[in-house]
């Protein structure tokens, strides 16, 4: 596919110039019943980086987003950009002692924000001295300026500063939960941002006619596709609010009534619509991708998905948020699973990748290794974080000096036959128990293939012993009349004895992370390693 | 109706949010919820939180929520849950 009008872009705001000048009516997101066209996208980010000159942002400096979803996230993503700054979101709901240190960590001194965040705005405005000015607010005397909505809209919209940036400037800094419980902030850069997009509207053959659900948060690196590659194209965005997000019923009616054409999730979403969704009193023919990434999907509801929509392609969409995205895999309609989980892919375009085992040498094909990532879309690195960069990358050298710089993914992957990569688990999810290696991945699918069992995860849990013995939690469907006894014994038929969890933990729900994933390790501290009563 | 079940009609979107406090949010006493607050923006309930204040206002309040009506309209603050559970039984 060709894209002659993109030809020329290189910062990622330059999109929304693009379009508000060729189609500037045609709208750029929604959120409710409102609407926002590129034309008046392009104004209100313009009257934005017109407000940042004035609090004397630089280009380079960091400026936060800490709203709930509505089209005030797209105006603070373009206004930021326009200004040459770089945006931080923040997850609206995250704890006051979590955004004092990301302000301080990445020394954030204006903030986007709403008024039902400012007691915690408050708080930790005190703890980090550094934050002068909130927009979004009134001015109510506190330790930092407040500028409204409508002081923004009163601002001359000047086009025409000049902004010294170039591709290989930061765009974004994304922070993600440390390993070791500190943030982590990701920085990427205009290009690495753009050639995501750019990808990104190739393997999915986006056009200004597609209407994207736009479900992940803006914290949440998934958003990037709304954000940034729906832009490119001159697409439509239908940012989907929080609550929507929910409650199922209420989800389907969105999708139909917006005549969505591309969906971008995490599995859970899509199961709890299949779930609860009653998608069969829905008119769901408008969708024509439905893309889910994050973590694996489980077979047996992927399979029922795909009855269901059946006007609609599915495709996995791989890639830590290190490197936005690195490899896709299009589901064939007609293709016949097993249990088998649905591969990761090939790599998509401007992309190189290796499997190597523990030497970081290449591994036979169909063997097993960690995934090595290279790519124009990869991030520049950990802000701050020096060593912890440096211990994420693999360097390449060759005879010449010249080098190639990989990600470390962490993640295994082995090829198959015809090339497609298989997702093997975390590196970190693979444990040994009594000197067996045991994929918790695949008690996990064990558990999955039982009837009744609506989620599933396992975990390791730290013995006396030194050795790591493997436990289980299970949501079980309405009505299912199934006890940890009798799961065992199902799952004993797909398991060797040393990989059976020592304990099948009933649930109601389980923890879980802001993007809706398994919180393994929240399951594991809470209730791994207590002692059985029965 | 019984009279027990009419006794605990009374002031249903306090019943509500005492219900999240102490079953959802695991006897969570310090937060304060109030009834037009979004439960669902909020993140005080999740979609497994959804279909646990299905079994409660069927436990509570004898009213029983068919799939159609677990919508955000009914489900998004305390207040709107109460009148819905007020009009089912009226």
Sequence with gaps: MNYPPYKDIYLLHQTIALHAERDPDATAFRFQDESISYAGLYEQASRLSSVLYQL????????????????????????????????????????????????????????????????????????????????????????????????????????????????????????????????????????????????????????????????????????????????????????????????????????????????????????????????????????????????????????????????????????????????????????????????????WGNTQVLVVDEQDNTVAPGETGELLVRSPTMMLGYWGQQEMTARSVFIDCDKYGVEKKFYRTGDLVCARPDGELLFMGRKDRQIKSRGYRIELDEIESALYRCDGVQEAAAYGVDGTDGSQSIESAVILKNGANLNSSTLKKLISAHLPTYALPQRITIMSEFPRTGSNKIDRLALARSIGGQKQTA | MSNEKSLSMENPALKIIEFIKQEILDNDVDIDIGEKDNLLQLNLIDSLGVMRMVDFVKREFDVIIPPEDITIEHFRTADLLCRYVLAKRA
């Design chain 1, 56 to 347: 004397n942002i630089q280009p380079g400096d960091r400026v936060g987003i800490f709203v709930f979803k509505s089209l005030h996230t797209a105006i603070s993503v373009y206004g930021i950009l326009s200004a040459g700054a770089v945006y931080v979101p923040l997850d609206p709901l995250m704890p006051e002692s979590r955004l004092t240190r990301i302000i301080c960590d990445c020394n954030l001194e204006v903030i986007i924000s709403e008024r039902s965040r400012l007691p915690i705005l408050r708080k930790a405005a005190a703890n980090a001295r550094r934050l002068r000015a909130v927009i979004g607010v009134e001015n109510s005397g506190d330790e930092f300026e407040g500028i409204t909505w409508s002081d923004v809209s009163s601002q001359p919209a000047s086009h025409t500063r000049p902004v010294s940036v170039v591709e290989e400037d930061l765009a974004y800094i994304m922070y993600t939960s440390g390993s070791t419980g500190v943030p982590k902030g990701l920085m990427h850069t205009h290009k690495s941002g753009l050639s995501y997009a750019k990808q990104s509207a190739h393997t999915y053959g986006l056009s200004p006619s597609d209407r994207l659900g736009n479900h992940a948060p803006l914290h949440f690196d998934m958003s990037t596709m709304e954000y940034l590659a729906a832009p490119l194209v001159g697409a439509t965005t239908i940012i989907v609010p929080e609550d929507h997000t929910k409650i199922p019923v209420s989800l389907a009616q969105l999708i139909e009534n917006e005549k969505l054409t591309i969906w971008y999730s995490v599995p859970f979403a899509l199961i709890q619509l299949l779930l609860h969704g009653l998608l069969h009193e829905r008119n769901l023919s408008s969708l024509r991708w439905i893309i889910y990434g994050g973590e694996p999907f489980p077979t047996k509801y992927l399979k029922e998905l795909m009855v269901l929509f059946s006007n609609a392609r599915f495709s996995n969409s791989y890639g830590p948020a290190e490197v936005n995205q690195c490899t896709f895999y299009h589901i064939p309609a007609t293709e016949n699973y097993s249990d088998d989980s649905v591969p990761i892919g090939k790599p």
